[in-house]
């Protein structure tokens, strides 16, 4: 027992020393631990800092602050980012994780609720926010539309003129998070189709709903056009916005028009996603419908919001807007 105690003494020892020599070598800065930690000084008696805040503005006081989180999470996203610009308190009651998370749950609705949480943890290190501004996303508060423009050939009269004529139509789509979406290719402009693009609408609007898939920015959509000849139309598109988190461009990457077998699909036109899912561009199901893969009319997309269908520049005539850059 004396030996072994005999032994422990200088290790302990040796410690102690070199222990005592750091603390000679470490300068002490005591103030470095008040990093990061906001003290506010106490104000002399009778100043005016020690008199309670009152906020100036008159919503603020007359409307509690249980009360304002509940209109903002009655607002729709993009209103809550015009709201955050109102003044600093709205910024930063706003950025309540709250508000996010309810909109991306609905926004990406099809994907699950898990699989939208681990997506979450993943790739946005758990801020719904950054999930909302980053992660690709087709919009369901308005219609894409594609402006498409071609040169036809007119009747000759006299036989030193050749007259053409440019023909304008456009290609509607719109979104529901549900992942169905109405499709609609017409002349007329936007803000007489707007009225229609519902599931309300007659056969008379020639508005055909389908069924759709987003993997990352890729979206795939197909519809059965209704008829003696079943066809199918298969679209691929990409999106893209012009600042981070609009979503307002799509690129189509390709336009497919195909025969489809009757015994293929039980009458039900918008469950033909699912039939035609793994196709080739070239495959087709009945003979008398070659496939066939379109070159033109294949214009991006521009998402028009529905509060701006009125005043859209994509309602002007072709002689007022004789071309136009989707950007």
Known sequence: MASDFALSVPAELESALRLKNVQY???QRPWLDLYGIHV???APFGSVSR???VDPAPIHRCLPDELLHEVFARLAPYDLGRASCVC???RYSIRNPIFWRNACLKAWQVSGVVENYKILQKKYAGSWRKMWLDRPRVRTDGLYVSRNTYIRTGVAEWTVTNPVHLVCYFRYIRFFPSGRFLYKNSSQKVKDVAKSMNFRASKTDSVF???YTLSDDKVEAALLY???RPTVLRIRLRLRGTTAGANNRMDMLSLVTSGVNDNEFQGDGEAI???VEGWQDDETHNPDVPAILHKRGLTPFVFVPFEEVEKSVLNLPVDKMD???PG
């Open 209 to 211: 709903g389908g069924h």
């Open 323 to 325: 071309f136009f850059v």
């Open 273 to 275: 996603l699912g039939v």
């Open 226 to 228: 209704p008829g003696t």
């Open 88 to 90: 600093r308190k709205w």
């Open 40 to 42: 506010r000084p106490v």
């Open 25 to 27: 070598l470490v300068t």
């Open 51 to 53: 008199k309670p805040y």
